[in-house]
């Protein structure tokens, strides 16, 4: 076989060689330890916390030594590609900020894209390019076979009871003659571009995980299909060739990937390349309340895999980040409890202390950490928050919420405990927050026929006592001994004490008739301090909320 000749044949239009590229595309100029790391999701239009996870581990790996984190679109699978599905991928991972240096997101001719196009349909005419020199060394081949071709090979493997796929002596295009191959192109016969395996059944490759540590796999022998009918290359041709012309040096992709490692470790020998190094990330787990045991966090049963679900809710993008951090390095919590102060990006991330095993996902302690993380925040940097995500998720009630800007952040200074000893810690993430604080703009959180405890008649003549004796002047300590004589008048114990000594002398006590008060304005049997919720409020509306209460009473 001529195979200057064939790829001649098969490859008209390409006139330069890989050197070219090479040339085009140099080695970066980084300081010695700079990793230069990569996401390179498909355009599908979901993008899950795996992904996040993972992109995180990239970040990190690049920027703690200077080097470069970059966006690749693997979009060679055109049936899966979703519209918009690119802008989407770009705008959740900056939400969760997670930037990158260069790629997909930049203007094609910004001055950081150097070594572009970031979109693999973009780039065929490179892996045409490598791919007509793998069959000038004879290290590739056309194949003209059918789908039911390829079925009837399956169907004979599985009778030999030998392992399937196209190799060896099922391979059947694999030994065609020059004079074949062109007769079936002559004929419009089409094909698909394979690789001929050097692989042999009966080795291994030693293969050094940067997680998981040395794993042993059998050699590829199946001839991969390089180049498919269309000529566009299959991920893991046009993965090997981009990240070798984009200078990648290290690879954080899930552990699904595990099983193609001989494949692509065969790719990178006979394309020439030095493989960047691989780190297999474990699967993230979720406790699963219905075995008792650990299980994969799934798309179809667990909606928080998605990332929307997050953003959706107005999750802040630290609080997700530092919860992720503490699954992918062991070390990073006891690091940040020492140095709660710090910028997290200070942290000595190292791919050595990420988890080998499947990280459990524990929504309990990621809303702790959003607890905690948001209450270092100042009342202008949530109201800032707040505001961001209120305009893209919940628009039309944007403009209730945010119409007194005063009033919204009194709001937030009394749940924060802003001025207090010790600052609260009632706010988790964006939605929760207006759920919370809802009775501040109209939003009726219960009925109060259906939230009061005592009798109905009672509690109606006390509010009506209230609002008959209520003094808006009058201060915190001056309301609550208010409170104290209406409770006295209607048989409730206005001292603690003298409740708990004697319980049965009293209908109540003074915590029974705030209570009543509380349900009547907010709707809750739990709030902040009620006085400073009145006077955030205000009389007006507090009267019209207490005098509805009353209403819904008289007709039970």
Known sequence: MDNAKLAELLFPDVKVTPDYYENKFPHRNLPGKAQ???MAPSPTGFIHLGNLYSALADERIAHRNGGVFYLRIEDTDEKRKVDGAVDTIINVLRYFDIEFDEGAGFPEDAPQNLYGPYFQRQRVEIYHTYAKDLVERG????????????????????????????????AHCRNLTYEDIKARLDAGETYVLRLRSQGSPDREITFTDSIMGEIKLPENIHDIVLLKRDGVPTYHFAHAVDDHLMRTTTVIRGGEWLASVPTHYELFHVLGFKMPAYGHTAHLMKFDE?????????????PELS??????DGYHPKAMKVYLLTLLNSNFEEWYEKFPDKDINEFPFSIEKMSQSGALFDKDKLHNICKNELAKLSE???????????VENEPDKAGIWFADKEKLLAVLRLYMGIGMKRRRKDFVYARQIFELTGYFFGTKDAQASEAFRTDARITGQI????????????????????????????????DMKAYKANP????????????MV????????NTPDLWSIIHIIGEQDMRSKINDAISSLRHI
């Open 518 to 525: 509380r349900i009547a304005v907010t709707g809750r049997a």
């Open 139 to 170: 290290l590739a081949y056309p194949c003209f076979c059918t789908e039911n071709e390829l079925e009837q090979i399956r169907l004979k493997q599985e009778a030999d009871k030998v392992l399937t796929g196209y190799y060896g002596a099922y």
């Open 504 to 515: 049965d002398d009293y209908k109540g006590s003074i915590s029974d008739v705030a209570e």
């Open 290 to 302: 219905e075995t008792g045991g650990k299980r994969k966090l799934s798309k179809r049963k667990d």
């Open 380 to 390: 202008y940097e949530m109201y800032d928050l707040l505001h961001e995500w209120a």
């Open 463 to 494: 509010l009506e006592e209230y609002l008959e004796t209520y003094d808006h002047n009058a201060d915190n300590s001056q309301w609550f001994d208010n409170l104290k004589a209406i409770a006295a008048k209607f048989g409730f114990a206005a």
């Open 307 to 312: 990332l929307d679900y997050y953003r959706r």
């Open 36 to 38: 230069v790391t990569r």
